[in-house]
């Protein structure tokens, strides 16, 4: 993956997430090999519309998952709306350090409840969910220790943002949907 591209190549396309706008210049822009196509990273290229993330349309119709990722994206608004305020870098520290800390737990949290939930219905793409959730589990968890070793740098945490909204709402819309037709389709 690449970050803080600007411009698509000749011939490639910027893609948004379903409901939000494209943008010509997104901040940040991600290269998807197996695809070949970008898609937009960060609500910081959509100006002040990074309020209000979450939208009721990322309901997937199971109760606890829908808190949780609601929790989720009031955390992260929380984050980016911290990164996007006025000040110094110093004093915006402490908000980014508690967000870290809660990502690193509620992640953790909310993936295992997903997974136990999964697993009670019989989701038959249990697995592959697991690897999705693990491998940005230890994305978060790496950054965490990263971020702590190198006094969180700024560019390095301005690119995380990104990455994690980016994340949330794709997961949210496109894999965490498929558990919720399963759960239609099998009336589990």
């Not at 943008?23 to 209000?52: E, T, W």
């Not at 349309?57 to 609601?70: A, C, F, N, S």
């Not at 737990?105 to 038959?124: L, M, R, S, T």
């Not at 301005?158 to 498929?178: M, R, S």
Request: proline share 4%; hydrophobic share 35%; glycine share 4%.
């Amino acid at each position: 993956m690449r970050f803080f591209e600007r411009t698509a190549p000749p011939g490639k396309r910027i893609f948004a997430p379903r409901g939000h706008r494209r943008v010509d210049k997104p901040l940040m822009i991600d290269y998807n090999n197996s695809n070949h196509y970008y898609i937009v990273q960060s609500y910081f290229a959509l100006g002040a519309d990074y309020r209000m993330m979450w939208k009721e349309k990322y309901r997937i119709g199971i109760p606890l998952v829908d808190r949780q990722h609601k929790e989720l994206f009031d955390r992260v608004e929380q984050f980016v709306a911290a990164l996007r305020k006025d000040g110094e870098w110093a004093e915006k520290l402490p908000e980014i350090k508690k967000t870290m800390a809660f990502m690193q737990n509620y992640v953790v949290d909310h993936f295992a409840a997903e997974e136990v939930y999964q697993k009670q219905i019989g989701y038959p793409e249990r697995e592959k969910h697991h690897q999705i959730h693990q491998d940005f589990t230890n994305y978060v968890i790496q950054c965490a220790a990263d971020f702590e070793k190198n006094g969180y740098p700024e560019r390095d945490v301005q690119k995380f943002a990104g990455k994690l909204l980016a994340w949330l709402i794709n997961h949210v819309v496109a894999t965490d949907l498929k558990m919720s037709r399963y759960v239609k389709k099998e009336g589990a």
